[in-house]
């Protein structure tokens, strides 16, 4: 089996090299005037030698020292060119950010001190198991650091660039894993892995056309890079679990060595109990929170990246997940500046005070802030993000101003965050206690102010639309409601002048009938109406009419007046309306008409078909009316000439028909009559015979 894992060694190896070869020839020769293919075609070309090495090894060719010395100088070549693409967008003299120049010089030790292992053996023979277990721990941190640059390249890299530069961080992050992998074991249990060594070559090669791709998509390596507290902190939490693992592997093989017969089991159960520790650590928020405050109080000049921190802070406004609502999206994007892991928020409600309107993980603090109190005064006066713990600790500061009893028996609260928008106090939000103790300070403060106002600005929008929405709804109901008075009124009208008629007329056979068709029409009408009340005003459904019958209708709801319309309409014109709303727009010009005109006058009702609409014209040689009443005063809305009357309408009528893609035009001239023309568009779909169902 060693005799097979040695040739499926030397062949894996062998492809890899022919791969590294062939792709540093390519690398060569289009690059053969640019400096920054320097460092790519060294490290493939010191690829190709390492893997040339590895594969003559398993005919144990070349000194074992000699390929050490080709897998340090292959690592030390990549590692320069991704410090290299890191550098590149640099401002030229700016030193390297202090945690690249650490890693810098943590590689430049391990190079170093491996060359020297490589050589240790010939000078002190006995010392060949220390350089052994020395050179699989350096090797491993050498994989940690590529690890850990090759996240750094990819993560400062801009979205829009990456795509030039994600293979080549593809290859070389999973030939760092492997040799991780790799060598993890090997210190752990005393001695490589022969099948995982002998897979080794085959991951090389595999990895080398992911390189050609990105060397050919990006020939000047300069996608913009930069340092960002997010890459500060991936950078330090990837370090701290790389030196982590580690010690732990250090101290397994402690145990594993010492421990006797218990010293396998030991071992297990401590690298088991070891990554469960890892695992708790990576996932606790108290200690990337305070990971974060440490980088920034000795990494950054400033705490705060502030366009990271103002994108992050628009976006969790505007961006919320279903169902959140903006109050608790306003007091999480708050909190998470800070660190901390709950809030409430407070809003003004008219007269009531401030009252909570919403809460992130903080439930159980409740309280209600008159409009009048001294807190609030000072608060809008000051407009201070308060620090109760500075109040309790330096009251002078505050003018030895009291919190609130509610907010002073919250233990956890932090701070209190004014919502100004312009200069009044819409609310203001309280913290608890940060994760990552930060301190309250200028920097803090400032930050918190200019977001707060970015929030307030939202929940006042939000208020006004909720308000305007409300509004609506009563505009809507209103307008039903008036509509509807103004169907009763007319209706009481006409009964009122039945009556008026009765005294002289009531033996009339004539005028009884016409009185019980009066009676009857009103009677229908009146259930439509609390047929419309009983829909809420909502929108009725629109069908196909015939015309005709709707203007009949019409003529026959105005039998109270002694004055007779006279109709001309053909049978077979159709239009889509709302039966009713129709007959009511066409009554009411037909009754203003009839009160307008004398009895020796005239009314008609004409309709027709022209440019492919319908056409309805209501004449009457009544009083008319002059151009500047037309103008401004006939569909104005509650502007009325009648003494009862509330002047909507003609309103209602023009809105009816052009809701039905319809229009209203008027021709009149005082003491000469008026003319209504009415257009609507033709129904040319339907069927003969009556109104469709």
């Not at 002998?198 to 050609?212: E, H, K, M, Q, S």
């Not at 396998?264 to 890892?278: E, R």
């Not at 990494?299 to 608790?328: N, Q, V």
């Not at 039945?498 to 229908?524: C, G, I, R």
Request: contains cysteine; aromatic residues 10%.
């Amino acid at each position: 089996m060693a005799v097979t894992l040695l040739l499926l060694s030397a062949l894996g190896h062998g492809l890899a090299a022919l791969a590294f070869l062939a792709l540093s020839g390519l690398i060569v020769a289009s690059w053969r005037r640019r400096s920054q293919g320097r460092l790519l075609g060294l490290a493939t070309a010191l690829t190709a030698v390492w893997a040339a090495s590895a594969a003559l090894a398993a005919f144990a060719t070349p000194l074992p020292r000699l390929q050490l010395v080709f897998e340090v100088a292959r690592d030390g070549a990549w590692l320069a060119l991704l410090l290299y693409i890191l550098r590149l967008r640099l401002a030229s003299g700016t030193p390297f950010p202090v945690p690249l120049r650490l890693i810098q010089a943590l590689a430049t030790a391990l190079v170093a001190g491996l060359l020297l292992l490589s050589v240790l053996p010939f000078w002190a023979p006995a010392s060949r198991a220390f350089a052994l277990w020395t050179t699989n721990l350096f090797l491993l941190m050498l994989a940690t650091i590529g690890l850990v640059l090759t996240e750094q390249v990819y993560r400062s890299t801009r979205p829009e660039d990456r795509w030039a530069i994600k293979f080549l961080c593809l290859g070389l992050g999973g030939l760092y894993v492997y040799d991780f992998y790799l060598y993890a074991n090997a210190m752990l249990f005393g001695g490589l892995d022969l099948r995982v060594w002998a897979a080794r070559g085959y991951v090389a090669a595999l990895i080398t056309p992911l390189i050609a791709i990105s060397a050919a998509r990006n020939p000047e390596w300069s996608a913009p890079v930069g340092l960002s507290r997010s890459m500060a902190f991936h950078t330090a939490s990837l370090l701290g679990a790389g030196i982590y693992l580690l010690f732990m592997a250090g101290a397994g093989y402690y145990l594993r060595l010492f421990g006797g017969e218990w010293g396998d089991v030991v071992q297990t159960v401590f690298i088991f109990a070891a990554a469960m520790v890892l695992a708790l650590l990576i996932f606790s928020g108290t200690l990337r929170a305070r990971l974060r405050v440490f980088l920034a109080k000795h990494f950054f000049s400033y705490r705060y990246d502030y366009r990271e921190e103002w994108l992050k802070f628009t976006r969790a406004l505007t961006e919320g997940r279903p169902g959140e609502a903006l109050c608790d999206r306003a007091v999480e994007a708050l909190a998470r500046l800070v660190e901390s892991p709950g809030g409430a928020v407070w809003l003004r409600e008219g007269n009531a005070g401030y009252q909570r309107a919403s809460h992130w993980n903080w439930a159980d603090l409740q309280g209600v802030e008159p409009t009048d109190s001294a807190f609030l005064q000072w608060l809008t006066s000051k407009q201070w993000v308060v620090d109760l713990d500075e109040m309790k600790t330096r009251p002078d500061l505050y003018g030895d101003l009291d919190a609130p009893r509610w907010l002073r028996e919250a233990g956890d609260a932090w701070l209190v965050i004014p919502l100004m928008l312009h200069e009044e106090l819409l609310g203001f939000v309280v913290l608890k206690h940060s994760l990552g103790k930060v301190t309250f300070n200028w920097e803090v403060s400032d930050l918190l102010k200019v977001t707060a106002r970015q929030a307030a600005a939202h929940l006042a929008q939000m208020r006004a639309s909720n308000e305007l929405i409300v509004a609506r709804q009563f505009e809507s109901f209103n307008r039903t409601t008036t509509f509807v008075i103004h169907d009763l009124k007319n209706l009481v009208a006409q009964l009122s002048l039945l009556l008026a008629n009765a005294e002289k007329h009531k033996h009339n056979p004539e005028f009884q009938a016409d009185m019980l068709e009066t009676v009857e029409s009103a009677v229908t009408r009146m259930n439509k109406v609390l047929a419309q009340l009983r829909r809420g005003g909502g929108d009725t459904e629109v069908q196909s009419v015939v015309l005709a019958d709707v203007l009949r209708e019409a003529i026959a709801s105005k039998q109270a007046f002694k004055l007779r319309p006279e109709l001309s309409a053909p049978p077979g014109l159709r239009v889509r309306a709302e039966r009713h709303r129709l007959e009511r727009a066409v009554g009411h010009l037909l009754q203003n008409a009839l009160e307008a005109t004398p009895q020796t006058g005239s009314v008609s009702l004409r309709a027709f078909e022209e440019g492919g609409q319908a056409v309805v014209e209501i004449a009457d040689t009544g009083s008319g009316m002059d151009e500047d009443f037309i103008r401004h005063r006939l569909f104005q809305p509650f502007d009325s000439t009648k003494g009862a009357g509330m002047g909507i309408g003609a309103y209602e009528c023009r809105e009816t028909l052009r809701a039905l893609g319809g229009n209203i035009e008027v021709e009149s001239s005082p003491g000469q009559g008026t003319r209504f023309r009415l257009t609507l568009p033709l129904d040319n779909n339907a069927p003969s015979g009556g109104d469709a169902a």
